[in-house]
């Protein structure tokens, strides 16, 4: 799958919509049809307009969150951060990675190669995962760009095992099994691995609102 | 406000969305212009095919819960009736109420002459009620055609108040104060008249399924 940009999630949302409403369609399938799954927004398309809309969709409003020139001044280091024009754009793309979930029919997601970072989101809102023995699953953006986007890891793990792996544990690449349906009892079902070094250690090294937004987004799921 | 019609949903969210992202826009403000707020689903229209689609909209599927001959195929008396085809189409226009609760920014609901039962989701779903000494608020439907659509009165009430309104209060018309900024505290929040009769018998008179739809839909609230 390409990189989730505002066109891909557009796209994903009504198609999930038109499956959803198609009564011949019984289950959705998902899968990358390139040498992986997902590698995650595109940081280089990020940094330079992510904003960009399908042709098809209406433009937003002239200074929206959305507008890529709003995006990237809000990342200017020498201005104040504002975390709701951040929310009002990230809140979006999860609303589309969501539509998986909240469909009213199953959808079956095949993770193969590399599922990472933004990739997990749709991996992780899928209902059932196929997961391939050669497929490395992780978010290395967390503890440095905030907490991962959605809360579906603690969907998945439960919300004390989806804490360990947010502040101390390693946040990294597993293999899957490689077996039809045991996706969930899988890479995304095992919760890390321990890191060789003190927990208390990497907790220290985590800058503090880091520390406290990956706290918030574990203790306040509701399973 | 015309009855809540496929378009008039489509474009309810679409002008939600659209003020949620533009940046000169603090506040939403919602009101029927007509000489009350919305007298709720047109059941004419809705008898003789209420699935029709906003031109601009992509037309659902053929066969779809949302195509006009299956929905009233799906109510007639000689043949079964299909749960989940009356969900797919009816969780669509609370998701398209919803946007008001969802959406960023307060919602501000005028509500003035009837506002009555699909009508009701409107004013439910905003977040500050200013209501008129004359309005009439209520909602006909509940107990004969299933439970409210949404879960809003046990928002507004709080689910003991809500269960009593559903299953043997009074649900029906009640005046505003006609004070600003008073609205929650009152018609929607005053949870209905006591009925002369006993309830007990107010209550055996309910078809079963009903009575336990009424049940389940506070028992399950989550606030």
Redesign the interface.
């Known amino acids: 799958l390409p990189s989730p940009s505002p066109p891909l999630l557009a796209e994903l949302e ?1 198609t999930v919509e ?1 499956a ?5 369609v019984h289950v959705i399938l998902l899968s990358g049809n390139g040498k992986g799954f997902c590698g995650g927004y595109d940081l280089v398309d990020s940094a330079e307009g992510q904003g960009r809309m399908s042709e098809e969709g ?1 433009a ?2 002239t ?4 507008d890529p020139l709003v995006m990237s001044s809000n990342h200017d280091p020498s201005r104040t951060w504002d975390p ?1 024009v951040d ?2 754009m990230m809140s979006r793309n999860v609303r589309a990675f969501m539509s998986l979930f909240h469909c ?1 029919k199953p959808v079956v997601c095949k993770v193969h190669g590399f599922c990472v970072a933004g990739g997990t989101d749709m991996a992780l809102c899928s209902d059932l995962l196929v997961i391939a023995r050669d497929a490395k699953i992780g978010y290395p953006p967390a503890r440095v760009w905030g907490s991962p986007t959605t809360s579906m890891w603690a969907h998945r793990l439960g919300p004390q095992r989806a804490k360990a792996l947010a502040v101390h544990r390693r946040f990294t690449l597993r293999r899957g099994s490689g077996r039809m349906g045991s996706g969930d009892r899988g890479a995304l079902a095992r919760g890390g691995r321990r890191t060789g070094g003190d927990p208390r250690e990497r907790i220290a090294r985590m800058p503090l609102n880091q520390l406290m937004m990956m706290k918030l987004g574990r203790s306040t799921f ?1 399973g």
Request: charged share 15%; net charge negative.
């Open positions: 009504a038109h959803d409403l198609d009564p011949a209406a937003p409003p200074g929206s969150p959305l709701m929310y009002a009213g509701k």
